[in-house]
């Protein structure tokens, strides 16, 4: 494994952000953020459409492996040098149940949070 | 000779020699740790212990020699043991300190080289076929 695709909601402001410091952090594994809504998603990874991209987000290695909800939220801690130790505390069985929680609650009111944290809405722009 | 320059011979012999030993057995032990940590790479091991131990030798005379002066001049042989006693006892916190931050060094890169070689916490949830691109 030596990359990982994160297909991200384009229109949502949070997502943005999250991806914006993701990328800014050293990591162990390539970091390459696609929003969902891109063409190019569909055009890698046929068969996506099935996983739901829009509902959770989806976390995808070069080898095909596929992460959904608070998985692949674990696996982009994984990713980043500093995070790694993280990845792996949250992905014990007794931390997993919280995690996944909180990630529902931030995916199903992400464009909420986003309204309350005045997050502008990025533009849908897959070159970004 | 005064009593204060056999002070001073006595201080530097037991100094020098702790920092001697303490090196010794932080490069003796500390290469079997190094080797590990970087996957049986004993160049790179011993190069990194060396370093290590450069630091150690130059931060530990540093300090002895720098704290060899003694305003207190002793006269008889008791004033002799009592300033030699703080002397060297000084010396050796300075050296365990600096052993156990070297032991911390070791620990830290031991730790980041596992975190580099750890599997994925969690298993995929399915597979998708990749394109080429």
Known sequence: ?128 | MTPIVWTYFTYLLISVSLTVWVAKTLYKNGRIFLVDTFRGNEPLADSINHLLVVGFYLINIGYVSLALREVQMPVDLQGVLETLSRKVGVVLLVLGGMHFFNLLVFSKMRKRVLLHRLPPPLPPQTQVPVAAG
């Open chain 1, 1 to 128: 494994m030596k990359r990982l695709f994160v297909l991200f909601d384009g229109e949502c402001a949070l997502c943005g952000r999250c991806r914006e410091w993701l990328a800014r952090q050293p990591a162990f594994l390539e970091l390459e953020f696609i929003p969902f809504q891109s063409p190019e998603v569909r055009a890698r990874f046929p068969g996506i459409e099935a996983l739901h991209p829009e509902e959770q987000l989806l976390v995808v290695s070069d080898e095909g492996a596929v992460y959904r909800g608070p998985q692949a939220w674990i696996m982009c801690l994984y990713a980043l040098r500093e995070y790694r130790a993280w990845s792996q505390r949250l992905a014990h069985p007794a931390l997993l149940p919280w995690a996944r929680r909180v990630c529902e609650l931030l995916s199903e009111n992400r464009l909420q949070v986003s309204r309350w944290m005045k997050l502008e809405a990025l533009r849908l722009d897959p070159t970004r």
